[in-house]
């Protein structure tokens, strides 16, 4: 696959924003030209919609969102085949007990075990996700990154997450980043692209809006918070920034994408925490896995044990739910 590039928006996108993508000094103005973030208030309302009370029947229908929600993932160099297909088991079958568990939406590995995971979920419904272009740092060639995100795509990946180039993108070098993220989208062909914009290395919430709406403007699917591999990772003042970007660019376009925080997120009461900054700010249509995400596997375990709660009554340990 041949991926292309050009110094344009994605198709159909209005002109104002069409216009936006012209050239380097467009985006450059553009960009330069967003509103400011409110730190205190972006702050205060995302403590404000943390307090929110969800109790009895509308908690387990929390819960059972946020799993269907949760992209299961393994990121490790002693990754293996056969650790790829007990996630695989465990994706579809999350609780084998409670056979009314949800699925998971996805299974994230790296590329060269996107084929252990597509041939594990064959026929599950379950997404294989892959991590791309020289995840985490992305510190190589846009070559050798197309190159990876082709391995992925070529494996029959569904989705692709890739990290954005930060150190670009803080030297103010907006045009080269947009056409990256292009080029990975012209390579990703039917797979979906999650753009990784890993907000714990942008130093400011202005940042994060910036570098929301250029991923947005280059044909992103989703705005993704982070690689889980750098501190702090998902924060909710950061997804309320993102999530209002995808808002803001519904209301311009008619488009609908996704926005998933990622690390950090370990608890039932911080996924449901997420779950009401999703409704309150993007809106109740943003409330499925086809737009929003959860990349924390360590948030399955928790979200599976109060789900046993709510079920049965009582509270069961950790003995009886698989552990990561």
């Known amino acids: 696959m041949t991926a292309t590039t050009s110094t344009s928006a994605a198709p159909d996108t209005p002109a104002p924003l069409v216009d936006a993508t012209r050239d380097d000094a467009s985006l450059r103005r553009f960009l330069l030209g967003l509103p400011g973030v409110d730190q205190?208030?972006?702050?205060?309302?995302?403590?404000?919609?943390?307090?929110?009370?969800?109790?009895?029947?509308?908690?387990r229908w929390a819960i059972d969102t946020a799993i269907s929600m949760v992209d299961l993932t393994t990121l490790e160099g002693a990754d293996t085949q056969g650790k790829v297909r007990a996630l695989a088991a465990k994706a579809v079958r999350p609780d084998p007990e409670r056979q009314d568990t949800p699925r998971v939406a996805a299974v994230c590995v790296y590329p060269d075990l996107v084929a252990t995971a597509v041939e594990a979920l064959k026929g599950s419904g379950v997404h294989?996700?892959?991590?791309?272009?020289?995840?985490?740092?992305?510190?190589t060639s846009r070559e050798i990154k197309l190159a990876d995100t082709k391995i992925?795509?070529?494996?029959?990946?569904?989705?692709?997450?890739?990290?954005?180039?930060?150190?670009?993108?803080?030297?103010?070098?907006?045009?080269?980043?947009?056409?990256?993220?292009?080029?990975v989208k012209a390579a990703c062909g039917d797979a979906h692209l999650k753009v990784i914009l890993e907000t714990g290395e942008l130093a400011t919430y202005d940042n994060v809006r910036r570098a929301s709406w250029l991923?947005?403007?280059?044909?992103?699917?989703?705005?993704?918070?982070?690689?889980?591999?750098?501190?702090?990772?998902a924060t909710l003042p950061v997804t309320h920034i993102m999530l209002q970007a995808v808002h803001d660019w519904h209301r311009l376009t008619g488009e609908l994408r996704g926005v998933k925080p990622a690390g950090g997120i370990r608890t039932t009461k911080d996924a449901i925490k997420y779950l009401v900054a999703v409704h309150e700010v993007a809106g109740e249509q943003w409330l499925t896995p086809d737009l929003f995400r959860f990349g924390a596997s360590s948030l399955l375990n928790d979200l599976l044990l109060q789900r046993r709660t709510q079920v049965d009554g009582h509270y069961s340990g950790p003995d009886y739910v698989t552990v990561d």
């Open 152 to 183: 992925a795509v070529d494996a029959d990946a569904h989705e692709v997450d890739m990290v954005i180039d930060r150190g670009a993108f803080l030297e103010g070098r907006y045009m080269a980043v947009f056409e990256e993220i292009q080029a």
């Open 40 to 59: 205190v208030g972006v702050e205060q309302r995302a403590a404000g919609l943390g307090t929110r009370s969800i109790k009895k029947d509308a908690k």
């Open 215 to 233: 991923a947005l403007l280059a044909g992103g699917d989703f705005i993704k918070t982070s690689t889980g591999k750098v501190s702090p990772a």
């Open 128 to 139: 294989v996700a892959s991590v791309a272009t020289g995840f985490p740092a992305g510190r």
